[in-house]
């Protein structure tokens, strides 16, 4: 095999790879060989990928003459399991310019030989690792790439990191009316959700389904290849996805995702007009001086001029003052300055529109012309 193809394919398969060795085939990444082309397996039983790279046929190999008496359909798989960390970490350490022969030994030992290089590796069998859905026999439409990622990097930071609230730890993923999908993550202090034109045909969906945050990582490192578009399909409590020669299956949180609607207020009383980068600086330089705990910042809106202070009884007082266009009645606020930062650091924006009201209301922020994304953060003492 090739080295720059194969280490492409393990540094891929990384961040699928169990780390917490509850079963310790699944620190392994699975390759199977048929004729000639290699597929390289790794799952968590959560989140499984799979990436299919062509392999060369030795002169000298002596399997070459069993190979060409068969036909594609009757040629024999041979499989072979591989701690990944240190595979990656010879594979990445091997010349550029030498190809990789791996040769599969008695008592799941494996040889690998590049150049003048030579490594002789324990291995578990590769009977124990753990069966894989089918990923080519789906129904798979395609979803434009531009929009999968302005959702996925409009709520995957508001998803809650709570395990005790199962099925708010990803993204509800829901069908709208005129073909219009909604992606949606809230954590309880916050919420943000998306709406955007997916798929280029309209899917069978009659419902939405919760994507897990590591699945929702691992389908955004997919799409990063593609600036068009990646096939998707969801059957049996799975979503697929493939692209090129990288397949990837996600396992869907089952349960009931929490109704987000009573969430968001239905007015919006006092609604500010501000420059994106000036209130990100500002509030930057303010939370300098927040509370380290409560990571609270206060917001005093009169006239056309947005003050924020913060207090810190080891460390001071802090205050900024910001130009905005407002009409209103003057208000007092707190906020959380993190979850605002965390909004601040996606939204493209020139301006946005932030809609507060007092210590009981949600506020609401949106980009101005990006009506499509919406993001809801509760209030605080501060």
Same mark, same amino acid.
């Given at each position: 095999v090739e080295r720059t193809p194969f280490l492409d394919a393990l540094n891929k398969t990384q961040s699928v790879v169990e780390k917490k060795n509850t079963s310790p085939i699944l620190s392994n990444i699975l390759c199977s060989v048929r004729g000639k082309e290699l597929s390289i397996f790794a799952t968590d039983l959560e989140v499984g990928v799979k990436i299919k790279i062509n392999i060369d046929e030795s002169e000298n190999s002596p399997q070459k003459e069993k190979l060409q008496e068969q036909t594609p359909e009757k040629l024999n798989e041979e499989r072979v399991s591989f701690p990944a960390k240190y595979f990656l970490d010879i594979v990445r350490e091997l010349p550029h310019n030498q190809k990789i022969i791996i040769t599969k030994k008695e008592n799941n030992w494996v040889e690998l030989l590049s150049g003048k290089s030579k490594f002789n590796m324990v291995s578990l069998s590769p009977d124990e690792f753990p069966t894989l859905p089918e990923f080519e026999n789906k129904k798979y439409i395609d979803a434009r790439v531009s929009s999968l990622k302005q959702m996925i990097d409009s709520t995957a930071f508001a998803i809650s990191t709570d395990a005790t609230r199962y099925t708010l730890t990803g993204v509800y993923f829901e069908p709208l009316d005129?073909?219009?999908?909604?992606?949606?993550?809230?954590?309880? $202090?916050?919420?943000?959700?998306?709406?955007?034109?997916?798929? !280029?045909?309209?899917?069978?969906?009659?419902?939405?389904?919760?994507?897990?945050?590591?699945? =929702?990582?691992? =389908?955004?490192?997919?799409?990063?290849?593609?600036?068009?578009?990646?096939? =998707?399909?969801?059957?049996?409590?799975?979503?697929?996805?493939?692209? !090129?020669?990288? $397949? !990837?299956?996600?396992r869907l949180i089952e349960g009931e995702f929490p109704d987000y609607r009573q969430v968001i207020p239905s007015s919006k009383e006092k609604t500010i007009k501000i420059k994106k980068e000036e209130f990100n600086s500002a509030l930057k330089r303010a939370s300098l001086f927040a509370n380290e705990k409560s990571k609270a910042v206060r917001f005093s809106?009169?006239?056309?001029? !947005?003050?924020?202070?913060?207090?810190?009884?080891?460390?001071?007082?802090?205050?900024?003052?910001?130009?905005?266009?407002y009409s209103g009645e003057p208000t007092e606020v707190g906020f959380n300055f993190k979850y605002l930062l965390d909004y601040l650091a996606i939204v493209q924006s020139e301006y946005l529109e932030f809609s507060m009201k007092d210590q009981q209301n949600a506020g609401i922020l949106r980009g101005v012309g990006q009506q499509y994304h919406t993001y809801v953060i509760m209030p605080m003492r501060a």
């Open positions: 005129q073909q219009i999908m909604r992606m949606t993550a809230l954590d309880g $202090h916050r919420l943000s959700f998306v709406d955007q034109e997916v798929f !280029l045909k309209t899917p069978n969906m009659k419902s939405g389904i919760i994507i897990p945050k590591k699945g =929702l990582g691992e =389908l955004r490192k997919l799409i990063e290849e593609s600036s068009s578009s990646v096939g =998707l399909a969801i059957e049996r409590g799975n979503l697929f996805a493939t692209y !090129l020669n990288t $397949h !990837l299956f996600i809106l009169q006239d056309t001029t !947005l003050t924020i202070t913060t207090s810190n009884p080891d460390m001071g007082e802090a205050k900024e003052e910001v130009e905005v266009e």
